[in-house]
């Protein structure tokens, strides 16, 4: 089992920057794929960033692509969303998750991760 925390969400104004943390328990995440969906309310909680267990590849979703970065650091446990040029649009709870795999296959729906964090919110005003 491994148990996700996230930090870092506040509110924030069109253009401004956060950056979310994700601190992980019980496994160290160095064999695991991490990601962070978002849901905003009354949508699906949708994909926005994965990377693979080596941090060798990432994917993005269109709509963050060139604006949010993540990351990784296997030695404290930890994965990061950079988030710039944030957008009203961007507002959101985020959620990091988990799922264990050493493959190179990036991975950007919701069924294909076991573990969850229990989320944080972004607010961007406009």
């Known amino acids: 089992q491994v148990q996700l925390v996230e930090s870092g969400g506040g509110l924030v104004q069109t253009g401004g920057s956060l950056r979310l943390s994700c601190a992980a328990s019980?496994?160290?995440?160095?064999?695991?794929?991490m990601a962070w969906f978002r849901q905003a309310p009354g949508k699906d909680r949708e994909f926005v960033a994965t990377?693979?267990?080596?941090?060798?590849?990432?994917k993005y979703a269109d709509s963050v692509k060139g604006r949010f970065t993540i990351s990784r650091d296997n030695a404290k446990n930890t994965v990061y969303l950079q988030m710039n040029s944030l957008k009203p649009e961007d507002t959101a709870v985020y959620y990091c998750?988990?799922?264990?795999?050493?493959?190179?296959?990036?991975?950007?729906?919701?069924?294909?991760?076991?573990?969850w964090g229990q989320g944080t919110q972004v607010t961007v005003s406009s």
């Open positions: 019980g496994r160290t995440i160095s064999s695991y794929a």
């Open positions: 990377v693979i267990w080596s941090g060798g590849r990432t």
């Open positions: 998750a988990a799922e264990g795999a050493i493959d190179g296959r990036v991975r950007t729906t919701v069924d294909e991760y076991d573990y």
